[in-house]
């Protein structure tokens, strides 16, 4: 079963630039997750996605970011302008669903995109 | 005070230890807990679930103590391919997985 996808692996832009980031889930998974991995941290949640629709977005910085999945397979997260705060990890994941009560979803992670902002 | 907590560690212990990490939460209605690998520059992976009676895959037990909110991870006759970052997770308000900021695992020979 091919795993989640991501691209590019590596991206070098200067501050005030634009970036953009791919992501592909395992075929079959409603729940898509953007996370922000900054060295020495957990992952933090961006923006999750069921289907085509915004499940949360609370932890977004929505001046500056943004993110999409408007077919509800593949999905872009977008940064701009980008800040020097920004360089981490940006980890897309999936599962087959919502992680309710009593639900047990194992999220899927894809190998990431490593951002510095310089 | 952070939703997930974990002491970063490092815990660094020789091969054939016995190590345990704690994990505290702070919503008292998180009904889902996990912990994740993650070895270094690669993506978190699910290591095993917690479920409410305590559970064990291998070497490795998984416990939640409901009226402390926290879980525990015990890792037995650690193994030079055991150094990583464990990852605390739970489930906070709805939906939504909570990570802790890991704890570092480092086994020695």
């Known amino acids: 079963e091919a795993g989640v996808a991501q691209s590019p692996r590596y991206k070098i832009i200067e501050k005030r630039q634009s970036v953009a980031f791919w992501c592909n889930p395992i075929s079959g998974h409603a729940t898509l997750y953007w996370y922000q991995q900054i060295l020495g941290q957990g992952p933090k949640l961006l923006i999750q996605f069921q289907n085509n629709g915004v499940v949360d977005d609370s932890q977004l910085p929505k001046d500056r970011f943004s993110a999409e999945r408007l077919k509800g397979v593949d999905s872009t997260l977008k940064i701009q302008p980008a800040k020097l705060e920004d360089s981490a990890v940006y980890l897309c994941a999936s599962s087959l669903g919502l992680a309710g009560l009593g639900s047990y979803n194992e999220q899927f992670f894809g190998p990431g995109t490593r951002l510095t902002v310089l | 005070r952070k939703e997930v907590e974990q002491d970063p560690g490092p815990f660094n212990v020789p091969e054939g230890a016995t190590v345990a990490f704690n994990c505290t939460y702070s919503?008292?209605?998180?009904?889902?807990f996990f912990w994740y690998r993650q070895d270094c520059r690669k993506e978190p992976k699910l290591l095993m679930s917690?479920?409410?009676s305590g559970n064990e895959d291998g070497r490795f037990t998984a416990q939640l103590n409901r009226a402390s909110q926290y879980i525990s991870l015990l890792i037995r006759d650690s193994k030079l391919s055991d150094s990583a970052t464990y990852l605390c997770?739970?489930?906070?308000?709805?939906?939504?997985?909570?990570f802790g900021t890991g704890t570092r695992l480092k086994v020695l020979a």
């Open positions: 997770v739970a489930t906070g308000g709805t939906y939504k997985y909570i």
């Open positions: 917690v479920y409410s």
């Open positions: 919503n008292s209605a998180s009904q889902s």
